[in-house]
Structure formats: structure tokens, C-alpha cells
């Protein structure tokens, strides 16, 4: 299992746009058909990842306590499906309906927006304001597969507490750690 760290994009840091297809509606979607009212949470997962599996539950709780609170929840797949065919669309509708996705899990296919987001890793989590600024990059909790440590959601729901609540939001903020993104191979 390889562990790659999330870059920690500079806070403030303007959401990129994109348009990308839902694989749970069929629906294309853009950034601003998609952000919150109080905040946008955009998460770079995939459907193979060990890291993701171990952290899906708890995404899946987050999203249903705080998307009725104003917070836009998307989630966005760029692995390059010739070399992982475990990550294709298809699978990515299965994967949705399993884990009672009720938010948008859209297909990077171009990888242009990983790239934009310079996303790094499954999970990667960029929490953006209301103005679009992020607030917060990095990882859920301390819990990371086999390290005994139970998933509490704390880093991240303390980042989404001060952005929904209006309370300063802590700038010393842990990178996430997962599977790398599987880029494809420049030809």
C-alpha cells in the first residue's frame, strides 16, 4: 500500500472550475452548480483504495450531518482506468449505490481537474468558503488503516464547524496520506 501525502495547496487558493459527468445521474455538473451555501467540500477518492475504503463511512456521515447545513459535498475519481479498470465509471456507479452516496461522484477522465486541484492522493480533501477560498486541506482524522486509531471525522469536521459557524479555522493543518493518484503515462 503506497502512501502519498497531499500537497497542502496555499489556503485562500481560488476552487478551480470544472464540468465533469456524474456516474450516479448521468448529469453533467460544474463547480458552481454543485457549491454549497455556507461551503463546498471536494474530495478526490476512487473506488479501489484501501485508504478510501477505511475512511468511506465516516465521508458518507459528514456529508449527510452537514450538506442540510448549507455544505456543497463532491466527490471526484481522476484515476486513469486503462491501467485500473477497478476505478471505471461503471464501477464508480456501483461503488456509489454500496456506500449511499447522496452527493455527486464525478469522473475526471482528462485528469485536467486533479491537476488543477493538485490532488495527490486518495483521500484528498479541499474545503472551499462560500467565497470559494480554501479554508482547509488535509486529512479526516489521526485513523489511518491498521493504526488502531477509530475514525472520528475531527480534523475535518472541526474545519467545517468554523466554516459553518463562522469560528477561525486552524492554518496548522495535517496533510491527508493515501494511495497516490494513478496518473497516466505520458506518451
Known amino acids: 500500500m503506497s502512501k502519498t501525502a497531499s500537497k497542502m495547496v496555499p489556503?485562500?487558493?481560488?476552487?478551480?472550475?470544472f464540468y465533469l459527468k456524474d456516474t450516479n445521474s448521468s448529469e453533467w455538473f460544474s463547480f458552481a452548480d454543485?457549491?454549497?451555501?455556507?461551503?463546498t467540500l471536494v474530495v478526490?477518492?476512487?473506488?479501489?483504495?484501501?485508504?478510501?475504503?477505511?475512511?468511506?463511512?465516516?465521508l458518507v456521515m459528514i456529508a449527510n450531518d452537514y450538506r442540510i447545513q448549507g455544505l456543497g459535498?463532491?466527490?471526484?475519481?481522476?484515476n486513469d482506468v486503462a491501467n485500473y479498470p477497478q476505478d471505471?465509471?461503471?464501477?464508480?456507479?456501483?461503488?456509489?449505490?454500496?456506500n449511499n452516496f447522496e452527493f455527486p461522484y464525478l469522473y475526471d477522465e482528462t485528469q485536467q481537474i486533479a491537476k488543477a486541484y493538485d490532488a495527490?492522493?486518495?483521500?484528498?480533501?479541499?474545503?472551499f468558503d462560500n467565497q470559494d477560498k480554501l479554508v482547509y486541506r488535509g486529512q479526516l482524522?489521526?485513523?489511518?488503516?491498521?493504526?488502531?486509531?477509530p475514525l472520528s471525522g475531527s480534523d475535518l469536521r472541526g474545519a467545517i464547524d468554523g466554516l459553518i459557524y463562522n469560528r477561525i479555522i486552524n492554518p496548522d493543518q495535517k496533510?491527508?496520506?493515501?494511495?497516490?493518484?494513478?496518473?497516466?503515462?505520458?506518451?
Open 120 to 127: 495527490a492522493c486518495t483521500p484528498d480533501f479541499f474545503l
Open 11 to 17: 489556503l485562500g487558493t481560488t476552487a478551480p472550475e
Open 175 to 187: 496533510p491527508s496520506l493515501g494511495c497516490n493518484i494513478k496518473w497516466r503515462s505520458e506518451k
Open 44 to 58: 478526490f477518492i476512487c473506488n479501489h483504495c484501501p485508504f478510501v475504503h477505511h475512511v468511506i463511512d465516516e
Open 73 to 78: 459535498i463532491i466527490t471526484i475519481s481522476s
Open 141 to 149: 482524522d489521526d485513523s489511518r488503516p491498521g493504526n488502531g486509531i
Open 34 to 39: 454543485l457549491k454549497g451555501e455556507k461551503g
Open 88 to 98: 471505471s465509471p461503471e464501477l464508480m456507479t456501483e461503488f456509489a449505490f454500496e
